[in-house]
T-cell receptor, first 114, second 112 residues
């Protein structure tokens, strides 16, 4: 049973550029959440997708946007990158029917903005 | 608003010693509480969770945690630490908004 997968593993971008990160949820899961984890910090909730719509959003600017596809996979897009966007981006999947249950996390994408 | 505080940024223990990692939460109703572990370069793995019922919950790798409503705490414990337990530990709370709120983490170092 495949767990949550994310791509790419590492990414280096320049300020002002745009980036797309990808996530495939654990088999059978229908909900995807994205988190930003800055160095030395806990994960910060960006947003959650269910049925191809954003269901909940954390305190992140509109530069952060996402998408969920019919196969439940998801993308995180960040526009106009800032140095402060450098972080580990984690994707987590879960079942909407068990909305407060465990989230399964992927290994993350390490984004470096120079 | 929900929040989680992990007062200890770093903890160092000797292998075989007992361990307690502190977690305090703020939430108006009964919270759903979690402890996750993150090894270097890895995602988060669930150790245990509390939803309701017995306030002492058992998890994987010999960990347990106790929910104390009166103290708004959910401390993680292990009676005998192994060198492989060295990692970062995160406490998280989720309420009615689907948002998981994580603490800032406690980095555990284990001395041989």
């Amino acid at each position: 049973d495949a767990g949550v997968t994310q791509s790419p593993t590492h990414l280096i971008k320049t300020r002002g550029q745009q980036v797309t990160l990808r996530c495939s949820p654990k088999s059978g899961h229908d909900t995807v959440s994205w988190y930003q984890q800055a160095l030395g910090q806990g994960p910060q909730f960006i947003f959650q997708y269910y049925e191809e719509e954003e269901r909940q959003r954390g305190n992140f600017p509109d530069r952060f946007s996402g998408h969920q596809f019919p196969n439940y996979s998801s993308e995180l897009n960040v526009n106009a990158l800032l140095l402060g966007d450098s972080a580990l981006y984690l994707c987590a999947s879960s079942l909407v029917a068990r909305e407060f249950d465990e989230q399964y996390f992927g290994p993350g994408t390490r984004l470096t903005v120079t | 608003a929900q929040s989680v505080t992990q007062p200890d940024i770093h903890i160092t223990v000797s292998e075989g010693a007992s361990l307690e990692l502190r977690c305090n939460y703020s939430y108006g109703a009964t919270p759903y509480l979690f402890w996750y572990v993150q090894s270097p370069g890895q995602g988060l793995q669930l150790l245990l969770k509390y939803f309701s019922g017995d306030t002492l919950v058992q998890g994987i790798k010999g960990f347990e945690a106790e929910f104390k409503r009166s103290q708004s705490s959910f401390n993680l414990r292990k009676p005998s630490v192994h060198w492989s337990d060295a990692a970062e530990y995160f406490c998280a709370v989720v309420g009615g908004t689907y948002k998981y709120i994580f603490g800032t983490g406690t980095r555990l170092k284990v001395l041989a």
